[in-house]
Nanobody
Framework: QVQFVESGGGLVQPGGSLRLSCKVFGIIMNIQRMGWFRQSPGTQRELVTNISATGTTTYIESVKGRFTISRDNAKAEVYLQMNNLQSEDTGVYYC?????????WGQGTQVTVAS
């Protein structure tokens, strides 16, 4: 059974940084495209960034240059380094593997950006 355990969220001031981690269970992660989703208050869950099995990354425009996704297949973990955080980055962050939303979502980790 596939399981995702996210951690690393918190309350941070605008301009601050956080590093999220996701531990993955139940799949051979090294062959999967992995991604981070965000669900902000009043909005649908959106794919913020993803990384292919070979390390190719994609980001939505609003986080380019500020967020960095990475992976450690040996540890079965995915990371999201978030710098220069802004209020619009507030939300619950979830990791997932392709095909997206085919497994149960983890509990997510809350990121709140406020002064």
């Amino acid at each position: 059974q596939v399981q995702f355990v996210e951690s690393g969220g918190g309350l941070v001031q605008p301009g601050g940084s956080l590093r999220l981690s996701c531990k993955v269970f139940g799949i051979i992660m090294n062959i999967q495209r992995m991604g981070w989703f965000r669900q902000s208050p009043g909005t649908q869950r959106e794919l913020v960034t993803n990384i292919s099995a070979t390390g190719t990354t994609t980001y939505i425009e609003s986080v380019k240059g500020r967020f960095t996704i990475s992976r450690d297949n040996a540890k079965a973990e995915v990371y999201l380094q978030m710098n220069n955080l802004q209020s619009e980055d507030t939300g619950v962050y979830y990791c997932d593997a392709e095909p997206w939303a085919s497994a149960d979502w983890g509990q997510g980790t809350q990121v709140t950006v406020a002064s």
